[in-house]
Structures are given as C-alpha cells and as structure tokens.
Nanobody, 126 residues
Framework: QVQLVESGGGLVQTGGSLTLSCAASGRTFSGYPMAWFRQAPGKERECVAA????????YYVDSVKGRFTITRDNAENTVNLQMNSLKPVDTAVYYC???????????????????WGQGTQVTVSS
C-alpha cells in the first residue's frame, strides 16, 4: 500500500527552526509532483511548498518564501521541509502529499493530490 509518513514536528519558539520529513513507501514517486500543505484551526488547508520530481522547479506560498525550503531525494523516496525563522502564524498541522499523475510542473491545489500523510503538528510559541 502507498503510505506517506510525516515526522519532525514539535514545539518551537518564535525564530526557531524545524525540519519536517516525509517517508514514502509502497512505491517510488519519481516522476510525480509532491508538496507540503498545512491547516490551522479555523483556516483552510493551504499549500506551503511544492516540488517537481526532478527538484528543478519549486513553489512557495508568499508567507514562507525565504524561510522554508522543500527538497526531495528520489533515491531515498523522501521529501523534506526545512523551516527557519518560524512565526506563531506557522502553527498548524503539516501534511505531506503526492500526486498520482506524473507531471513536469508543480501543483499547488488541494485537489491536485491523491496521497496524504497523517500530519505532524507544528506549534510556534511567542
């Protein structure tokens, strides 16, 4: 079975850093776009970062540009999100997502993705 498992979340103070990891199993995701989404209480799920299978093209929502970095290692079948200069507004459950259709471009829509991890909580205190 295809499974995505996130890890690395936790509690951090404003200005701190965390690295989220997504371990995929059941298949390789080479050729498929992947992304990180987040959802805070009372807010819509949003794509914070996305990446093509080659890693040659990435997307970041404006609020995290310059602070977050998405990378993937297709040989290890993992996707990571390095988060620096964290703010309280970054507090959310973060989800790893994979698309079931190959493509050369990043995808940022919630409905562009078919496989989802269980989520990992990130809490940023002031």
């Amino acid at each position: 079975q295809v499974q995505l498992v996130e890890s690395g979340g936790g509690l951090v103070q404003t200005g701190g850093s965390l690295t989220l990891s997504c371990a995929a199993s059941g298949r390789t995701f080479s050729g498929y776009p992947m992304a990180w989404f987040r959802q805070a209480p009372g807010k819509e799920r949003e794509c914070v970062a996305a990446i093509t299978w080659t890693g040659g093209s990435t997307y970041y929502v404006d609020s995290v540009k310059g602070r977050f970095t998405i990378t993937r290692d297709n040989a290890e079948n993992t996707v990571n999100l390095q988060m620096n200069s964290l703010k309280p507004v970054d507090t959310a459950v973060y989800y790893c997502a994979a698309r079931s259709v190959k493509g050369a471009y990043v995808r940022i829509g919630n409905y562009d993705y078919d496989y989802w991890g269980q989520g990992t909580q990130v809490t940023v205190s002031s």
